[in-house]
């Protein structure tokens, strides 16, 4: 097997190697979370069209609540993530996900009622905040700390890959239907009739490959630990990084679990500590989607359309967009070990909000086509190598071991409220500030969130989990 020199701050405490090979096989399969939420989040987007027509979805309400669905089974499983790990593991969580991602997919794309397609979507939903929480989470627990960066970045790299599959799926089908069509004629279209269902129901290839991989990953250690599982952790760790490794980790959580027990989770929570913890992962939550970014998935027919770009361009233009996506993420694993966290967010804010304010600027000029195009790629660029990325990595790495399945569970709820109130509230100041007016409001917010980083959020490249917890203290 193949192995490697540790090196980080914690290494000098003990000789280790780490089994990279086992330690990828782990991430990647927990990984695939991340693909499923991406994929299933964005596969919406491209079915669309066809499933309002089939389903004669005519009142905006309709369509809004069709699209934002979703969001209620995002929250929703964000808060049963955090007690469900604590109490089942995280591994039965993600395998839990996984067969939410394989019925729901199936049964919303086969749905013969808008009233059933609602519910599976929700399900689906709750898959994504199962997978959202628990996928990351689990990579930082099982990641030794020169690693952890780039292991829990692979989620988000999965996420983008899913992403960029769902957005040429929905091109590719789409552009089989020509603009003029009638719509008497598309409603008789296979792709309104079944088009749409194959969409939904791709996402049930992957999650069966999950649903495989699951049972070959371990436990997290660190879980294994709270629940007074010290051999079993310790022969985990042992496979991960050798006898040495595995006793070093040990202690360090052992004595950083001793603090408190699991019975009192939530009486932690009253600690100053504790809160400012979480009114960080909180904001580093909000700052990820008041950003705007994800404007530029959710909405990016609606954004191109006003610069000027017909339908076959718009279609094609999203493609770029995921690509763009994917690019800058695989940048962002090779050097968030290297550059650190907060240089790369501080970086990240700084770009995105340079980017919106100029955006902002070609709009209010009239500088449309390839000048809108080019600054919301460089938008999506920065975003993806900083704040998309790193706040994942920021929110499993900063809380203590003994509450950090709850403190993510409320960081990552908070998320979807404020993804939410981003695609609510969008149409609402495009229709009163313009889309110049918009991407500089999101501009400033950019700019306020640096502030926020740069004063707030600590550095964590390099220190192991309970280093971390130990400097906070």
């Known amino acids: 097997m193949q192995v490697a020199p540790l090196a980080s701050a914690s290494s000098t405490a003990y000789e280790g190697e780490l089994r990279v090979r086992y330690v990828w096989m782990i991430a990647l399969v927990a990984a695939m979370g991340g693909l499923l939420f991406g994929y299933d989040w964005v596969v919406i987007g491209g079915a669309k069209p066809f499933y309002e027509s089939y389903f004669h979805l005519n009142s905006a309400a309709q369509v809004g609540w069709a699209n934002s669905c979703a969001l209620v089974g995002c929250f929703v499983g964000s808060l049963m993530a955090g007690r469900m790990s604590d109490s089942l593991g995280r591994k039965k969580v993600l395998l839990f996900s996984a067969l ?5 997919s199936v049964l919303t794309g086969w749905s013969s009622s808008f009233a059933t397609f609602i519910t599976w979507r929700i399900v689906g939903g709750g898959a994504i905040g199962l997978a959202s929480n628990v996928s990351p989470m689990y990579i930082a627990e099982i990641s030794p700390a020169a690693w952890r960066g780039r292991l829990v970045s692979l989620n988000q790299l999965a996420l983008v890959i899913g992403i960029l599959a769902a957005q040429i799926a929905n091109w590719r089908i789409a552009e089989k239907m020509p ?5 008497t004629m598309f409603a008789a279209s296979w792709n309104a009739q079944f088009g749409w269902r194959w969409m939904f129901t791709a996402v049930t290839i992957p999650s069966i490959i999950f649903l495989a991989a699951i049972p070959l990953i371990p436990e997290s250690p660190r879980w294994l630990v709270a629940r007074g599982k010290p051999e079993a952790a310790r022969r985990i760790l042992e496979r ?6 595995s006793e070093h980790e040990l202690q360090a959580v052992t004595e950083s679990l001793s603090v408190s027990t699991g019975k009192h989770d939530w009486r932690a929570f009253r600690s100053p500590r504790i809160l400012k913890l979480v009114l960080i992962g909180v904001g580093l939550a909000v700052l990820q989607q008041a950003s705007g970014i994800n404007i530029l998935f959710n909405y990016a027919e609606e954004v191109y359309r006003s610069a000027g770009y017909g339908v076959n361009d718009i279609l094609f233009n999203i493609v770029v967009t995921g690509t763009i996506n994917l690019i800058f993420t695989i940048i962002a694993m090779l050097l968030v070990d290297r550059f650190g966290r907060r240089r790369l967010m501080l970086l990240g ?9 100029a955006a902002s600027f070609a709009y209010r000029q009239g500088l449309h086509g390839t000048w809108v195009l080019v600054l919301t790629l460089c938008a999506i660029a920065c975003y993806a190598m900083s704040l998309a990325p790193v706040t994942w990595v920021l929110i499993t790495e900063i809380f203590p071991n003994r509450v950090r399945a709850r403190a993510v569970s409320i960081s990552v709820a908070v998320l979807w409220i404020a993804c939410f109130a981003l695609t609510y509230t969008f149409p609402l100041l495009n229709s009163a500030y313009g889309t110049a007016g918009t991407f500089l409001i999101y501009g400033l917010i950019c700019f306020l969130g640096a502030f926020f980083v740069f004063f707030l959020v600590p550095e964590t490249k390099g220190k192991s989990l309970e280093q971390i917890e130990d400097e906070q203290a």
Not at 100 to 104: H, M, T
Not at 240 to 245: E, F
Request: some cysteine; proline content about 0%.
């Open 100 to 104: 939410l991602f394989a019925v729901s």
């Open 179 to 183: 603009e003029h069509i009638s719509q």
């Open 240 to 245: 991960i990084g050798g006898i040495a490794y």
């Open 349 to 357: 804010c700084l770009g995105v909000g340079l980017s919106h304010v």
